[in-house]
């Protein structure tokens, strides 16, 4: 029975990563049972369990880590550079079978590098937002950390998706997210919609010659994650 469960899971997992295979998972559920790992903007490195995360809309407010020494410290967004949180539950099965992810890729900006280290592990990163004309410094999940020296997409939490699973009164991140946080360059980063895309196309991608070479059926919502990879891979500037 164990047997026919873990399969039946194994079957929707590989399902839900289908569309967007190259990026990484949404942070559904973390654990406090594996050490996370907290770089300040001061260059201050923490160790520690991450008790709690407040959130306000979907964005992270908040963030409790219990250190080393058993002293809990609250952190707000904008003392966070970057960290790596540890999945729990289905999301570390989702992470293992979806991030068998290439550790192998050239990295190209101290971002990726640091993201590889730890591999299986949520990354969050601190980016500049540009929400309703006003900038905001945000502290948001990276979902394509190995491949971002040209573009960063950062998971919006507020995404409507194209489908997904519900499993146990808990839903399974699945299909094609409606929207991300996009940050192109040195760029404060948007949110980009699937209904806005074809209009986004040349300020993201700079009409790319190897991307419509490699995508002459089209540039559709569906395989954002593959531009995003091959645009990144690409000589294009």
């Known amino acids: 029975m164990k047997n026919l469960i873990l399969s039946f899971l194994l079957c929707l997992i590989s399902f839900s990563t289908f569309a967007q295979d190259d990026f990484m998972d949404e942070a559904i559920r973390i654990t406090d049972?594996?050490?996370?790992?907290?770089?300040?903007?001061?260059g201050t490195e923490l160790v520690g369990r991450v008790k709690d995360l407040d959130?306000?809309?979907?964005?992270?407010?908040?963030?409790?880590?219990?250190?080393?020494?058993?002293?809990?410290?609250?952190?707000k967004p904008e003392d966070i550079k970057y960290m790596y949180l540890p999945p729990s539950?289905?999301?570390?099965y989702i992470n293992a079978v979806d991030k068998a992810t290439d550790i192998n890729k050239m990295q190209k900006d101290a971002?990726?590098?640091k993201a590889m280290m730890r591999?299986?592990?949520?990354?969050?990163?601190?980016?500049e937002?540009?929400?309703?004309?006003?900038?905001?410094?945000?502290?948001l999940q990276m979902m394509n950390p190995s491949f971002s020296?040209?573009?960063?997409?950062?998971?919006?939490?507020?995404?409507?998706?194209?489908?997904?699973?519900?499993?146990?009164?808990?839903?399974?991140?699945?299909?094609?997210a409606k929207s991300y946080y996009v940050k192109v360059g040195d760029e404060p980063a948007f949110r980009l919609y699937k209904k806005n895309y074809d209009e986004e196309l040349?300020?993201?991608?700079?009409?790319?010659p190897a991307l419509k070479s490699q995508f002459s059926d089209g540039m559709f919502w569906s395989k954002f994650s593959k531009h995003v990879l091959a645009y990144d891979q690409s000589d294009c500037k």
């Open 33 to 42: 049972e594996k050490d996370s790992y907290i770089t300040l903007m001061d």
């Open 55 to 75: 959130r306000k809309k979907g964005l992270l407010e908040e963030v409790t880590i219990k250190l080393e020494d058993g002293k809990k410290k609250k952190l």
């Open 89 to 92: 539950g289905l999301s570390k």
């Open 111 to 113: 971002s990726n590098s």
């Open 119 to 127: 591999p299986g592990y949520f990354y969050f990163e601190s980016s």
């Open 129 to 139: 937002v540009l929400l309703k004309k006003k900038k905001l410094t945000l502290l």
């Open 149 to 176: 020296s040209k573009i960063k997409v950062f998971n919006d939490p507020y995404a409507k998706e194209t489908m997904s699973v519900g499993i146990g009164g808990m839903t399974m991140a699945g299909g094609d």
């Open 202 to 208: 040349e300020h993201l991608y700079q009409s790319c």
